[in-house]
């Protein structure tokens, strides 16, 4: 009923720029909170960053000054323009959302995009 699609990743040399983009379509009444968690090679997926949906925001220490989250609730859209890139982000980078649906009843639940690779090498 609800589907979430990253886009934007790819390579990038250390301290080059990437904004990955997270469209949510489908039965939405309306969304939560958002955010980008990212897993890399051998490692826990881990949280980078999360927006309310009045705008309140929270970054993983190591994204922090580097990495800004935004969101347009108009588009169901959220984003993440991340800056200064270092070796250590290389990830497969996924989006979250709390979503209310639209059903016979409205129920809120969470969704995962399906994940958009990030690299960052020279």
Do not use: H
């Amino acid at each position: 009923q609800v589907q979430l699609v990253e886009s934007g990743g790819g390579l990038v040399q250390p301290g080059g720029s990437l904004r990955l983009s997270c469209a949510a379509s489908g039965s939405i009444f309306s969304i939560n909170a958002m955010g980008w968690y990212r897993q890399a090679p051998g490692k826990q997926r881990e949280l980078v960053a999360t927006i309310t949906s009045g705008g309140s925001t929270n970054y993983a220490d190591s994204v922090w000054g580097r990495f800004t989250i935004s969101r347009d609730n108009a588009k169901n859209t959220l984003y993440l323009q991340m800056n200064s890139l270092k070796p250590e982000d290389t990830a497969v980078y996924y989006c979250n959302a709390n979503v209310v649906v639209k059903a016979t009843a409205l129920y809120d639940d969470d969704y995962w995009g399906q994940g958009t690779q990030v690299t960052v090498s020279s």
